[in-house]
């Protein structure tokens, strides 16, 4: 990496492994990936560098580097145009990394090839869900556990065509709730959870 942006990350990685995406980093970026919109401060800047969003404070505090991690953040609002509180996608974020001469962490880069690849959709319509009231976290909950299941179980999410199936997707979402949705599933129906990632994966 080479540049003030990928030095201040270089700085910002001290300490942070992120050449392996072991299994907690994977299990971390399905997580995010599966959420539409990064807050900036913690969330977005800690997933950059490569660190749970939830240590990011302790990370920056034991290694003396508020000050860059301010620098970073400033100019990541600067250059995209972010106003204070204000969330990004991921794949925006990514973007102006490779902009800069940066990379995401292995995991992250991996999911999200996979979402610019296959879940171009990025805003759904709210009236493909049976239930009108049905909260975005909702949503982004099941797509969470969707793109879980198309990249750890791929051959159990395709259909005789070999393409992404949302009927299947579904079926074994519900099958496997109890994995995916630990505080219980979202207020949608088998059939109304499918029309949602078929809406997302029609672009494949």
């Known amino acids: 990496m080479s540049g ?4 201040l990350i270089t700085r910002l990685r001290s300490g942070v492994n992120v050449a392996v995406a072991d299994h907690a980093q994977q299990m ?20 950059l560098v490569g660190v ?6 302790n990370h920056v505090e034991a290694l003396g580097l508020s000050a860059e991690a301010e620098l970073l953040r400033a100019r990541i609002a600067a250059d995209l145009g972010l106003e204070a509180g204000q969330s990004i996608e991921g794949l925006r974020l990514r973007a102006w990394a490779q902009s800069q001469g940066v990379s995401l962490p292995p995991a992250a880069e991996h999911l999200l090839d996979f979402v610019a690849r296959t ?6 319509d709210v009236s493909l869900v049976s239930a009108p009231a049905t909260r975005n976290t909702d949503k982004e909950a099941v797509l969470g556990a969707a793109l879980a299941l198309v990249t750890r179980f791929t051959e159990d999410c395709l259909d005789e065509e070999r393409m992404f199936d949302g009927a299947r997707i579904a079926r ?5 709730a109890a ?3 630990p505080d219980g599933p979202p ?12 809406h997302y994966i029609s672009g494949f």
């Open 4 to 7: 003030p942006v990928a030095a």
């Open 28 to 47: 971390l970026y399905e997580y995010w990936v599966g959420q539409e919109h990064w807050p900036l401060a913690p969330v977005a800047m800690a997933l």
């Open 52 to 57: 749970a969003p939830d240590k990011w404070a």
């Open 119 to 124: 879940l171009p959709r990025m805003a759904a």
């Open 172 to 176: 074994l979402m519900l099958a496997q």
């Open 179 to 181: 994995l995916w949705f």
């Open 187 to 198: 207020p949608m129906n088998e059939q109304a959870i499918a029309r949602l990632v078929e």
